[in-house]
């Protein structure tokens, strides 16, 4: 299975030749930049920068773990202790700063390499899904009705960006993008360390809670970057015609979307899964997003057609049969077997794409090659 290539000789050729370009700057990017130019003084130039950007995923996985042990239903049945609340907040600052400055690092040791934005970029897909998960459980979203509709409007928002980025050629960031977004998240996180969860419970106006209030302010967000990004969608791309930069159609990426939303939305009525365990339910998912995310970023980066189907569609399949036909296979373990598969079937082809990449281009992926002297 591992002998055949996932990226086409004609699509690595493409993908080494490929140059990053990006447009906009966020609203508090100018006033970090110091502070990012500091951190990165601190690293010796023989840090890889993709290690940089490994250790900070790796943090926001565990930070985020932990709450999801303590809390996996994200409501006030079960006590977290504060200091759970507090890591993960310090965590989620630690991997914005090391994400913020790999590609610093990468500048100043000359290792600026394609491989480098796709790791990035692709360590970026699984951050989203862990961060909306995080936030879920510091505000026990659970009884808001939001918490499904937040975690899929924050990896549509992600998938959005980098569809623009597959028609146009370029990543367009917005005044209030994702610097804003985890600052805030970060604000919540050492919130509820200080004043405890039931800080967002207080009444706002009648219905209405401050958690209903900070929810539904991020839903409103992300719904408004997904239709700012879809209407430079709608103008089209560089290709032929109004294509995309790999002269395709500009409505390719929907499918793959559409089916993963589809899919997600309609398991969460069945089998028990979503009501029982929400947050692994939605970690589960969140794996599929990540994996057709990056498929997506690589068609981009190869100027490639992007592929419709992936086998995770049919994982995502095997609840919906174990419900219809009474197999009787018990949700405890039945969803962590799944997670793991999905875990599994994801890392194989980041694993995969980096080596190809790595041997296409002659680095490593977490070490800066010395370079050879002239003789």
Known sequence: MLQTSIITPDAVQRLVAHKYKSSGQSLLDPALTGYWNFVVSLFPLWVAPNL???VGLMINVITTVIMVYYNPTASDENEVPRWVYLTSGLGLWVYQTLDSIDGKQARR???STPLGELFDHGCDSLSAVLVTTALSISLEARDTGLLFYLNLM???TFYCAHWHTYVTGTLRFGRLDVTEVQLTFITCHILTAVFGPGMWSVDVYGPFRVKEVVLGLSVIGAFRSVISNLDCINKGGPGTGGTTVAETSVLAPLLPFLIYAVLTSYLSQYGGFYDEYPMVFLLCS???FVKIANKLIVAHMSKSSLPQLDSMFMYMLLPYINYKL???????WFIYVLCALFVFDTCLYAFRVCREMAFALNVDVFRI?????PT
């Open 154 to 156: 924050c990896n549509l």
């Open 286 to 288: 969140g794996m599929v």
């Open 109 to 111: 040791t000359g290792t």
């Open 326 to 332: 009474g197999l009787g296979l018990k949700e405890a």
């Open 369 to 373: 090659k010395p370079k050879l002297k």
């Open 52 to 54: 940089i950007t490994f």
